[in-house]
C-alpha cells in the first residue's frame, strides 16, 4: 500500500491533466483566428509549449472578449508547463464566456487537484457532473478528492457512482478498495484489489495492496506471493519492496527484510526509523 498521502492520485489525460484540445468552432461561437489556433495546437501536439502559447494569445488579441477556443487550447498549454495558476485563469475565462461546458469544470477541477486545492476540485467536479450526470471521469476524480481531504465515505460513493457507470473501471475499483482500507475495511478492500487485478492480470499495485490486506490480517504467505507478483511486474516497484520486507519482519525471515528494506531505500523510498530500530531488535543486526 501506498502511504496515505499517495493512495489517491489524480487520473491524467496527457502528463499532469486531461486534456481536450479542440480546433475551430467547438463552442458554439465565432472565433476568429481559427488558423492561428490550430497553428498552435500543432505546436502542442509536437511539445512545443512556447510557441503554442505564443499562437493561442495572438489569438486571444484579436478578438479578447469571445475567443474561447484559444483561451481553453492555451489552458492546456499552461497546465502541461506546469503553470497551473495561469492555466485556472484561462480556464476561469472559458467558464464566463460559456459557462455551461463540462469539461471546462473537469480540466479546471485536475488542475486544483494537482495543486493540492481539493476543496476547489471538489467543486469544479461537482460542478461538471451537474452538467454531465454521467461524467465517470469526473465521479471518480471527485472520489479521489475526498479521499485526499479523508472523507473516505463520501469518496466510496462517488467511486460506487463511476462503477456503476462503467462497470469495468479498473482504477475506481482500485481507489475503492484504498478508501475502504482507509476506514478500516480489509475485507472489502481486498474484494476491490482482487476485482481489479481480475481485470487486469498485470496491475502491480492491485497486487501490492492486496498483499498489505494480506498482511493486516496474518495472512503472510498469501502476502508475500501477491507482492512478488507485483515486483515481478514492475521490479522498480519501490512501496512493494518496503511492504514485502514488513511481511518477512513479521514472518521472522529477519536477512529477507534486510535485502527488501535496503532495495527499497535504494531505488529512493523513505524508511521509516521506527521499522528500521525493530528490524535491528528483532534481528540483532546493525546495518
Given at each position: 500500500?501506498?502511504?496515505?498521502?499517495?493512495?489517491?492520485?489524480?487520473?491524467?489525460?496527457?502528463?499532469?491533466?486531461?486534456l481536450?484540445?479542440?480546433?475551430?468552432?467547438?463552442?458554439?461561437?465565432?472565433?476568429t483566428?481559427?488558423?492561428?489556433?490550430?497553428?498552435?495546437?500543432?505546436?502542442?501536439?509536437?511539445?512545443?509549449?512556447?510557441?503554442?502559447?505564443?499562437?493561442?494569445?495572438?489569438?486571444?488579441?484579436?478578438?479578447?472578449?469571445?475567443?474561447?477556443?484559444?483561451?481553453?487550447?492555451?489552458?492546456a498549454?499552461?497546465a502541461?508547463?506546469?503553470?497551473?495558476?495561469?492555466?485556472?485563469l484561462?480556464?476561469?475565462?472559458?467558464?464566463?464566456?460559456?459557462?455551461?461546458?463540462?469539461?471546462?469544470?473537469?480540466?479546471?477541477?485536475?488542475?486544483?487537484?494537482?495543486?493540492?486545492?481539493?476543496?476547489?476540485a471538489?467543486?469544479?467536479?461537482?460542478?461538471?457532473?451537474?452538467?454531465?450526470?454521467?461524467?465517470?471521469?469526473?465521479?471518480?476524480?471527485?472520489?479521489?478528492?475526498?479521499?485526499?481531504?479523508?472523507?473516505?465515505?463520501?469518496?466510496?460513493?462517488?467511486?460506487?457512482?463511476?462503477?456503476?457507470?462503467?462497470?469495468?473501471?479498473?482504477?475506481?475499483?482500485?481507489?475503492?478498495?484504498?478508501?475502504?482500507?482507509?476506514?478500516?475495511?480489509?475485507e472489502?478492500?481486498?474484494?476491490?484489489?482482487?476485482?481489479?487485478?481480475?481485470?487486469?492480470?498485470?496491475?502491480?499495485?492491485?497486487?501490492?495492496?492486496?498483499?498489505?490486506?494480506?498482511?493486516?490480517?496474518?495472512n503472510?504467505?498469501?502476502?508475500?506471493?501477491?507482492?512478488?507478483?507485483?515486483?515481478?511486474?514492475?521490479?522498480?516497484?519501490?512501496?512493494?519492496?518496503?511492504?514485502?520486507?514488513?511481511?518477512?519482519?513479521?514472518?521472522?525471515?529477519?536477512?529477507?527484510?534486510?535485502?527488501d528494506?535496503?532495495e527499497?531505500?535504494?531505488l529512493?523510498?523513505?524508511?521509516?526509523?521506527?521499522?528500521?530500530?525493530?528490524?535491528?531488535?528483532?534481528s540483532?543486526?546493525?546495518?
Amino acid at each position: 500500500m501506498r502511504d496515505r498521502s499517495q493512495n489517491f492520485n489524480v487520473i491524467c489525460g496527457m502528463i499532469l491533466i486531461s486534456l481536450f484540445l479542440f480546433a475551430g468552432n467547438v463552442f458554439g461561437e465565432e472565433q476568429t483566428g481559427k488558423e492561428v489556433i490550430n497553428k498552435g495546437i500543432e505546436c502542442l501536439r509536437k511539445g512545443m509549449h512556447d510557441e503554442a502559447i505564443a499562437d493561442f494569445t495572438k489569438a486571444i488579441q484579436m478578438d479578447s472578449k469571445n475567443n474561447v477556443d484559444a483561451y481553453y487550447n492555451r489552458a492546456a498549454a499552461y497546465a502541461i508547463k506546469g503553470d497551473f495558476d495561469k492555466a485556472i485563469l484561462d480556464f476561469s475565462r472559458v467558464i464566463e464566456i460559456y459557462p455551461g461546458y463540462a469539461e471546462v469544470y473537469y480540466n479546471r477541477g485536475t488542475v486544483y487537484g494537482v495543486k493540492g486545492d481539493f476543496s476547489k476540485a471538489i467543486s469544479d467536479f461537482g460542478a461538471a457532473i451537474e452538467i454531465n450526470p454521467k461524467y465517470v471521469a469526473a465521479f471518480l476524480n471527485r472520489g479521489i478528492m475526498y479521499g485526499k481531504k479523508l472523507n473516505m465515505d463520501q469518496a466510496i460513493f462517488d467511486f460506487n457512482k463511476a462503477i456503476e457507470l462503467y462497470t469495468d473501471y479498473i482504477k475506481a475499483f482500485h481507489d475503492r478498495g484504498n478508501a475502504f482500507y482507509e476506514k478500516g475495511d480489509l475485507e472489502q478492500a481486498k474484494a476491490d484489489y482482487i476485482g481489479a487485478q481480475g481485470m487486469n492480470q498485470s496491475c502491480a499495485e492491485a497486487y501490492c495492496n492486496r498483499g498489505v490486506a494480506y498482511t493486516n490480517k496474518g495472512n503472510l504467505v498469501e502476502a508475500i506471493s501477491d507482492i512478488d507478483k507485483a515486483i515481478k511486474i514492475e521490479p522498480d516497484y519501490t512501496e512493494a519492496y518496503y511492504n514485502r520486507a514488513f511481511a518477512y519482519f513479521l514472518g521472522r525471515e529477519y536477512d529477507k527484510a534486510w535485502d527488501d528494506l535496503h532495495e527499497a531505500e535504494k531505488l529512493g523510498y523513505k524508511i521509516n526509523p521506527k521499522f528500521v530500530g525493530d528490524l535491528k531488535k528483532a534481528s540483532r543486526r546493525e546495518e
